[in-house]
């Protein structure tokens, strides 16, 4: 989680708190149907903390409320602005009651700005963090959920019943295939072993140029520790052409 805290988002303190134990479930909500900035329905992470502020000020002076009304803002680059924070009653979610029992988490974009990766990411850490601060249930619902609103906007408003799904970290790393050498245009080819532990099993009468020294397979090396993270494979294709018998025993 991301956090950005009021002092680091320039906030004004507020007027007053009301804190309690909250216990609801949080509640999703949006910036409208379209959040134009500069022109453009995307923006650069350095304008959200001026549209924060901008949100405060018209909370506080035209509207006259004590503070920001949500709890906490998350913006589509994947931060949560802190808000009025945890276990503190907010003036979002329309009814008395829900201002009083579920944190409000506003999404700093809107229904026509992309639902970014990052801003579900956020989101949904966001709520696991409430709920791991507070005594609040865990999961989310929508502003509409409180009172008739087209707030969050259908398309987080689903999300949200949907559990909050976030898509799945890609830090695997996608293994790169051995090339079938039988197929191989060119007698040069590169073969990275896939694990530490893999053995690479060579076929008879290629050189193996990378390591040191040279080895030649021979058909008394049929397999080879891979202790090197690359090696290139030299083929003879003078002796083999491109076409080439696969030496591996059947499994
Ligand atoms: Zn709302
Ligand atoms: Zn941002």
Not at 116 to 141: L, N, P
Request: aromatic share 8%; proline share 7%; with cysteine.
């Amino acid at each position: 989680m991301n956090i950005i805290t009021r002092a680091q988002a320039g906030l004004r303190p507020p007027k007053y708190v009301n804190r309690g134990a909250m216990l609801a479930q949080s509640t999703c909500h949006y910036n409208g149907p379209d959040i134009i900035v500069s022109g453009k329905k995307t923006w650069d992470h350095s304008k959200c903390a001026g549209l924060v502020r901008g949100i405060q000020n018209y909370h506080m002076d035209a509207k006259g409320w004590s503070d920001i009304a949500y709890n906490f803002i998350i913006c589509p680059h994947g931060y949560t602005f802190e808000g009025r924070g945890l276990n503190t009653y907010n003036g979002a979610n329309g009814t008395t009651s829900g201002n009083k029992s579920s944190h409000a988490v506003m999404c700093l974009a809107g229904e026509g700005n992309t639902f970014t990766d990052a801003e579900k990411v956020e989101f949904r850490q966001c709520v696991e963090y409430v709920v791991s601060k507070t005594k609040c249930h865990s999961g989310c619902m929508g502003h509409r959920d409180h009172k008739s609103t087209a707030c969050p906007g259908d398309i987080r408003y689903k999300w949200v019943h949907a559990g909050m799904p976030v898509p799945k970290p890609t830090s695997e790393p996608v293994p790169e295939p051995i090339p079938d050498l039988r197929k191989a245009s060119d007698a040069m080819v590169v073969i990275r072993k896939k694990n530490p532990t893999q053995r690479l099993l060579l076929w008879n009468g290629m050189t193996i140029v990378g390591h040191d020294p040279l080895v030649t397979v021979t058909p008394t090396t049929p397999t080879f520790e891979a202790d090197d993270v690359m090696w290139e494979l030299l083929v003879d294709s003078a002796k083999y052409g491109n076409t080439f018998v696969d030496p591996r025993p059947k499994d």
